[in-house]
């Protein structure tokens, strides 16, 4: 009888399980240890995420930076199913998927990622737009082709948070927008890239100023509205009219991830 090769699943196509899956894959097994390697995504495609801004400036397109699972792994040995994480059995050693797929496993790596809370305040979910997958392209995509094709001699937009992503996102906006932008970063600290070396944030600050987008800094977001944002400044409340939120602040750990009996820090990791 033959004996089953070891099966290690990896959960999630990113960076982080993508190239697991390639680094295993290239290793130098003896060939009667080859494990059977299965990498899980929900999308048919990885995604290059440090250049999805490109996208809205036409620079690039989405088949440059999000290239199909099927063609990157044609020439190694990995198994892409594509899928949904619906539930992980740790005990019984098993996936299952949304499609209603099991997939038994001897090991798995979870590299699902992480996703934008929109739970902080009031409104945000249902008017602020995250910038972390395609499908958030394409929906900032279609609000900013409508107020482009309008009779609007201006766009409003404000984009909460003030790390790179803010940054990143305002730059690319006002270099598309035009004279018609009126950008503003929303940062809670008292400057833009906290974290970052102070290289770094002149050039950010310089690039910003350049593009004439204004930078609110100790203000926070207190509600996003279909046409407003309130922002709180040193106890005061403005509500500042807007055509367009973007949310970038946070990250979560997938639902799925945080409710396994496993040990767990303060960040669901
Ligand atoms: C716009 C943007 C720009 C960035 N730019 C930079 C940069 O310039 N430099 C840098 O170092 N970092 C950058 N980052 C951060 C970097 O992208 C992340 O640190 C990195 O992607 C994390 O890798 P990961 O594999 O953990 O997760 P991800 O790359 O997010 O991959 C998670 C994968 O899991 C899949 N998935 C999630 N849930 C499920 C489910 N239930 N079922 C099946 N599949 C699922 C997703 O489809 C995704 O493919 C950027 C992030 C963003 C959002």
Redesign the pocket.
Known sequence: MTQQPTRICI???????LYTALRLSQFPWEKSQEPEIVL????DH??F??L??ELLTDELQPWEIAPAFEDLLKDTKVRFCQ????QIEIENKQVKLQNNTEIDYDYLVL????ETPLDFVPGAEDYAIP??SLADVYRLEEQLRLLETSDQDTIRVAIVGGG??GV?LACKLADRLGEKARIRIIEQSEEILKTSPEFNREAATNALLEREVWIDLETTVSAVKSDKILLEYRGVINEIPVDLVLWTVGAQV?P?VRSLPLKQNKRGQ
């Open positions: 959960l999630g196509g990113g960076f982080g399980g899980v995504d929900q999308n990885f995604l995420l440090p999805l801004y899928g949904a994480v619906s590299a699902l990622g992480s910038f972390r790179y992503s990143e997938s799925i």
